[in-house]
């Protein structure tokens, strides 16, 4: 890409980024959205929509490459038993929020909007991490109580029958393993 072109798309700078993407998500033609924002009283080149456009393209292959990425990775680590898998995509994406506000800090493009919104972004991961592990601990709380349950139950059938000392060593032994 030339370097004398703009970093800043007119419309951006016009504020008309939602109406835009809008119009090209209905199907409508780049001379279509030019008429049409004409008509609201804003002067745009259809040139100047199809350059948004193709940078809003690029932006989502980028955004679909990383996905599949982050799939690939979520995977890698399930198949080598790498643990909460959940918490470290957690960890990796406030990384790259962080590493993303860094490089971008000293550049023109990003906006104080833009920094807010990656700030948030980064608080939003931390919550939903959170929310996980809370989600996680109940869960486990849950599956003890039932386990405890099943215990109680088999222990009231087998301890007359002498059986209740070996079946309670397996249970045991299922329930650690089960709530590792």
């Known amino acids: 890409m030339p370097t004398d072109r703009r970093k800043h798309h007119k419309v951006v700078s016009l ?3 939602r109406i835009v993407t809008e119009l ?10 030019e008429e049409h924002l004409r008509g609201m009283g804003k002067e745009i080149g259809a040139s100047s929509i199809r350059r ?16 599949e990425a982050a ?12 643990g909460d898998v959940d918490s470290k995509m957690s960890d990796m994406l406030v990384g790259l929020l962080q590493h993303t506000l860094i490089e ?12 807010v919104g990656l700030a948030l972004a980064g608080a939003r991961v931390v919550g939903s991490k959170t ?6 601990d109940t869960e486990k709380t849950r ?14 059938l087998l301890e007359q ?16 393993e089960a709530l590792e």
């Open 131 to 136: 929310s996980l592990e809370k989600l996680k």
């Open 24 to 33: 090209l998500a209905a199907g409508k033609t780049y001379d279509e959205i």
């Open 161 to 176: 029958s002498g059986l209740w000392a070996q079946v309670e060593a397996v249970l045991v032994t299922g329930m650690n």
């Open 104 to 115: 971008k800090l000293g550049d023109d493009e990003l906006s104080t909007k833009d920094i």
């Open 52 to 67: 948004y456009n193709n940078d809003i393209q690029r932006k989502l292959v980028k955004l679909r490459q990383t996905n």
């Open 15 to 17: 504020g008309l980024e």
């Open 143 to 156: 599956s003890r109580k039932a386990w405890e349950k099943v215990m109680a139950e088999s222990k009231t």
């Open 71 to 82: 799939s690939a990775i979520c995977d890698m680590m399930k198949e080598n038993g790498s």
